[in-house]
């Protein structure tokens, strides 16, 4: 599975962006989602989830009631929807994917279940 992220970029504080992950799989919904981010000098950190068992999962207590997270099977795309975006939430952004049955039938929320992971996109909010 190959997984490619794109719509990063730089925006101010309360602003909105919506990221794109294009999945490369014939059985794109039998695959669990997780969107993950990085701040420099921290760790991944998992943000929200996406599965058919678990549809929009939160992980980050932060994000909440400001992220949201969609998922498109026809086109194989899973999408990002970050709103009232705050400076903190600076990181590089990953969407990462592990088959279902792996997970277990339900969303994960640490880097260490992911098996595919896309490049990463860059999201900058200034203040």
């Known amino acids: 599975v190959q997984l490619v992220e794109s719509g990063g970029g730089l925006v101010q504080a309360g602003g909105s962006l919506r990221l794109s992950c294009a999945a490369s799989t014939s059985s794109f ?3 669990v989602i997780g969107w993950f981010r990085q701040a420099p000098g921290k760790g991944r950190e998992g ?3 996406d599965s058919k068992h678990n549809r929009g999962t939160y992980y980050a207590d932060s994000v909440k009631d400001r992220f ?12 990002l929807q970050m709103h009232n975006l705050r400076p903190e939430d600076t990181a590089v952004y990953y969407c990462a994917a592990v088959s279902d049955r792996r997970a277990g039938y339900r969303c994960r929320d640490t880097a260490e279940w992911y098996d595919y992971w896309g490049q990463g996109t860059q999201v900058t909010v200034s203040s």
């Open 29 to 31: 919904d039998d695959y």
């Open 68 to 79: 949201t997270t969609s998922r498109d099977n026809d086109k194989k795309m899973v999408y």
């Open 47 to 49: 943000v929200l989830c």
